[in-house]
Each structure stands twice: as structure tokens, then as C-alpha cells.
């Protein structure tokens, strides 16, 4: 979690919401990104979605069935989805999602709705960190906006 936090606090001089994403595969990192949607303009450029691309290449497979997920915030429906579809072992985040997150709010979608797959979940790893990340971003985007 610790490396999702550094790649978390590298997205906010990039003006982007700092969620930091890292995959591992037998104990090695072999992806880790931050959100994307400010630089590339598009709104489905989660650090999820990015990780689990970049680790599908890198094992080139389309399944990560040996990978945990590490993420600064609970994710969104669409990181989920994709994270079940590309049969992730194990998610582990730090700080809930209240408005967007999905897995622990906002539906449940592993233990409500059937999934084509669900992962091992544990969420609330280094949440007062995560939690400070986002808060300090979006307080600071109130104060420029002011």
C-alpha cells in the first residue's frame, strides 16, 4: 500500500484526483499508475483500469488471476467490473468512497450482485492516509477555485 500512496501523491501535481493503483504477481510490482483522466481527456482513465492494462501485457494474459490489487480508494463500479472480469485474486484499498466507491458502498457489487467474479476484499488499509490524500487535493482545489 505504501508504494499506491507514493504513486497517489504523484498524481496532484498533475491536477489529477490521487488515487494510486499498484498490481503485484508473486510478491514483485508489476504495474502501478495514478488516475489519467485529466492528461489523456477521458473519463475512463482510472488507475485501475490502467494497472490492470499494463499487467495484462506485461503477463500477457488476459486473466490476473495470481494478482492482488492495491488502491488508495475504494473503487468505482467500472474499476470493479473490470477487476472481477479480469479475475483479480485479492483487492485491497485504503480509504471508502462514500459517493463513488462500489465495493463496500453504493451496491456492494461483490457480495450483492452476482459477478463473474469476485475477489478477496479488504478494505481500510492505511485509511487515515489515503483519507488525508483526498481530502488535502480537494480542499485545496476549493481554495484555487475561491
Do not use: W
Not at 52 to 60: E, V
Not at 83 to 98: A, L, P
Amino acid at each position: 500500500m505504501q508504494q499506491a500512496i507514493k504513486i497517489a501523491l504523484s498524481a496532484i501535481d498533475k491536477n489529477e484526483v490521487p488515487v494510486g493503483c499498484v498490481i503485484v504477481h508473486n510478491d514483485e510490482i508489476i504495474a502501478c499508475e495514478h488516475n489519467m483522466v485529466e492528461k489523456n481527456n477521458n473519463s475512463t482513465q482510472h488507475a485501475e483500469i490502467i494497472a490492470i492494462n499494463k499487467a495484462m501485457k506485461k503477463l500477457n494474459s488476459k486473466y490476473l488471476d495470481a494478482c492482488d490489487i492495491y488502491i488508495t480508494m475504494e473503487p468505482c463500479i467500472m474499476c470493479a467490473g473490470a477487476i472481477s472480469h479480469s479475475k483479480i485474486r485479492k483487492v485491497i484499498f485504503g480509504c471508502y468512497d462514500m459517493n463513488n466507491g462500489c465495493i463496500e458502498h453504493n451496491g456492494k457489487i461483490f457480495s450483492k450482485i452476482k459477478t463473474n467474479h469476485t475477489p478477496e476484499v479488504i478494505g481500510g488499509i492505511e485509511i487515515e492516509k489515503c483519507q488525508k490524500i483526498i481530502k488535502d487535493f480537494f480542499a485545496n482545489k476549493r481554495k484555487d477555485n475561491d
